[in-house]
């Protein structure tokens, strides 16, 4: 696998690290560390002007890469490459520098705002939740504190849509190939107004639909050993999450949107407030040509 991982240098940037590490070490994967940086004026000004302020972006870029290639060897990265590309714009940067190389999947941390151990979504993650071609990993706030040795369980965010489908072949490939249990979760938002025997029915549908996703014969063949479904039922997303287990070395997969363009990452409302509720690693899938 080759990973792309966009380094800042703040705490995000030093958990994105921690994440690719955690990929490297169970996909046997290469890691390029990634600095965007600005572009020079497009527009000719005063030639001293212009020459002081490229040898500045220069030195910056430079500065910039001795950080990321210090950082990658403090995780263990020692055989990773640090690059640069130019962009205005660190998600789109990022997206380019993944097109134009050899890349399976970009890793992120969370913007600086967020909690400890969840997901704030910052206009990086935004850009790349909105636009990328690879699959986008996200690392937790303070991920890199205490990273597990190597990847133990996928749970996929499952919601019986055709660009999930697609998605969730996907995840049992993934599963199976790297040897670890599944789990299809659906979270399923409670209202007070709601009877109780509506509710039992509704949450029993979708226990169904959730045996019924990996019973296919088209996933027969794939599906990994220890394969287990949950409807979460709570008011909120952040609730329904707290409500199961998550095991050291999770990561949480979802599919994009049937709404986004094919083939690019597009996350819908729910997946996004799961996104941030969830106390681990999430992976977004690009929507499938199939899909």
């Given at each position: 696998m080759n990973i792309v991982t966009g380094f800042v240098p703040d705490s995000g940037g030093h958990d994105a690290l921690a994440l690719a590490g955690v990929f490297a070490r169970t996909l046997d994967g290469?890691?390029?560390?990634?600095?965007?940086?600005?572009?020079?004026?497009?527009?000719?000004?005063?030639?001293?002007?212009?020459?002081?302020?490229?040898?500045?972006?220069?030195?910056?870029?430079?500065?910039?890469?001795?950080?990321?290639?210090?950082?990658?060897r403090e995780a263990g990265l020692d055989e990773a490459e640090a690059v640069s590309t130019v962009h205005r714009s660190a998600g789109l940067g990022l997206n380019r520098l993944s097109a134009q190389e050899t890349c399976d999947l970009i890793v992120i941390g969370s913007a600086p705002h967020g909690p400890a151990g969840r997901i704030a979504v910052g206009s990086t993650a935004d850009q790349l939740l909105h636009s990328s071609h690879t699959p986008v990993c996200l690392a937790p706030q303070g991920y890199a504190a205490d990273?597990?040795?190597?990847?133990?369980?996928?749970?996929?965010?499952?919601?019986?849509?055709?660009?999930?489908?697609?998605?969730?072949?996907?995840?049992?490939r993934a599963a199976g190939t790297l040897q670890l249990p599944l789990r299809l979760i659906t979270v399923l938002p409670t209202a007070p107004q709601v009877p109780d025997d509506v509710l039992e029915q509704v949450r029993a549908r979708h226990e169904h639909a959730l045996r019924a996703?990996?019973?296919?014969?088209?996933?027969?063949?794939?599906?990994?050993?220890?394969?287990?479904?949950?409807?979460?039922?709570a008011p909120d997303a952040s609730e329904a999450l707290a409500r199961t287990d998550w095991t050291p070395g999770e990561l949480l997969v979802c599919g994009s949107s049937s709404a986004g363009p094919l083939r690019r990452v597009f996350v819908g409302d729910m997946s996004l407030k799961v996104l941030r509720a969830a106390p681990c690693p999430v992976v977004v899938l690009p929507r499938a040509a199939t899909g």
């Open positions: 290469h890691v390029r560390v990634a600095v965007v940086r600005p572009a020079a004026w497009e527009t000719p000004g005063p030639g001293k002007a212009d020459a002081e302020w490229r040898a500045y972006l220069q030195s910056r870029e430079s500065a910039a890469l001795s950080m990321a290639e210090k950082a990658a990273p597990p040795a190597a990847l133990d369980r996928i749970t996929f965010g499952y919601d019986k849509s055709p660009a999930c489908e697609d998605a969730l072949l996907l995840a049992i996703a990996v019973r296919s014969p088209r996933r027969t063949a794939a599906l990994p050993r220890g394969v287990t479904t949950e409807v979460l039922t």
